[in-house]
């Protein structure tokens, strides 16, 4: 059975809705340069800025998951068509491209949401004040050009190529998987629940150097972190675990995210979908 086109976006909408708080953790914890544990940063954030601090920038991450998501997976399902479904590097092929080319409308919304995420932590002459997605994408037009939209765009292309591979491909793989060895039935919400945790699991350590470059290179206007050299430095600067900063919240948003994501997804394909 083929899933609507849309399948892809709604899921990722409403499950994003429900983890927005983690991805903004993870995107604050990076730019800390405190060593201090999450637990201890989340009582901070809610004595100085309010409960619903927690959602800044929620706009611009349903609008990422309504267009970036939606295209993401409509192109992986259309493209796995054409190659062999039991062949995973073709499946790894076919999520590298559609992470590509669905990174193209993501990656002005990822950069107002990383932007809104850390404008907290800045001084207040640094300090955007996005009022919503809209209001963020048109000031860094008119301000700083079309060119600014795509700014840190070589990492958001890489890191939506890792994320459409381990969600993607890795869930169907792991479906596959499960469903040979265990001989779980296609629509047992336990096979969905598993492989999605599978996915998400091995998706989230290849993913993080990437998300803490990203997030930086977006935030590159912000007076400090200005050299490759300074970004470098400053990733390191707890070490080894500066490389993976920020992965806890990270696993915390990404492992309900993605169970969420693909039970909503393989309901409405139940559903809404259809044959050839």
């Given at each position: 059975m083929i899933p609507r086109w849309w399948s892809g976006g709604i899921s990722g909408a409403c499950s994003q809705c429900i983890v927005a708080p983690f991805d903004l953790l993870e995107t604050q914890m990076i730019f800390l340069r405190k060593d201090m544990t999450m637990v201890d940063y989340v009582k901070i954030a809610i004595k100085k800025h309010g409960f619903l601090s927690l959602y800044d920038g929620l706009s611009a991450q349903f609008l990422?998951?309504?267009?970036?998501?939606?295209?993401?997976?409509?192109?992986?399902?259309?493209?796995?068509?054409?190659?062999?479904?039991?062949?995973?590097?073709?499946?790894?092929?076919?999520?590298?491209?559609?992470?590509?080319?669905?990174?193209?409308?993501?990656?002005?919304?990822?950069?107002?949401?990383?932007?809104?995420?850390?404008?907290?932590?800045?001084?207040?002459?640094?300090?955007?004040?996005?009022?919503?997605?809209?209001?963020?994408?048109?000031?860094?037009?008119?301000?700083?050009?079309?060119?600014?939209?795509?700014?840190?765009?070589?990492?958001?292309?890489?890191?939506?190529?890792?994320?459409?591979?381990?969600?993607?491909?890795?869930?169907?793989?792991?479906?596959?998987?499960?469903?040979?060895?265990?001989a779980w039935n296609e629509d047992s919400k336990i096979l969905h629940i598993t492989s999605s945790l599978t996915a998400a699991v091995l998706c989230v350590p290849l993913v993080q150097p990437i998300e803490i470059l990203k997030t930086m290179q977006m935030n590159r206007t912000t007076g400090y972190l200005t050299t490759t050299s300074e970004k470098i430095t400053y990733m390191m600067r707890f070490g080894i675990r500066g490389l993976f900063r920020g992965i806890m919240p990270n696993l915390l948003r990404m492992i309900p995210q993605t169970i969420i994501m693909f039970l909503l997804y393989e309901q409405l394909r139940f559903q809404f979908g259809y044959y050839e």
């Open positions: 990422r998951q309504l267009s970036y998501t939606t295209l993401r997976f409509h192109l992986y399902q259309v493209g796995k068509r054409y190659v062999d479904e039991y062949n995973f590097l073709h499946k790894v092929c076919v999520a590298s491209i559609s992470g590509l080319v669905a990174g193209i409308v993501g990656i002005p919304c990822e950069l107002v949401n990383t932007r809104m995420h850390v404008d907290r932590l800045l001084k207040v002459k640094y300090r955007r004040n996005y009022k919503n997605v809209f209001d963020g994408l048109h000031r860094i037009w008119r301000d700083e050009g079309f060119r600014a939209l795509y700014t840190g765009g070589l990492c958001s292309f890489t890191r939506a190529t890792i994320i459409n591979i381990g969600q993607n491909a890795m869930y169907d793989q792991s479906k596959m998987m499960y469903t040979h060895y265990y």
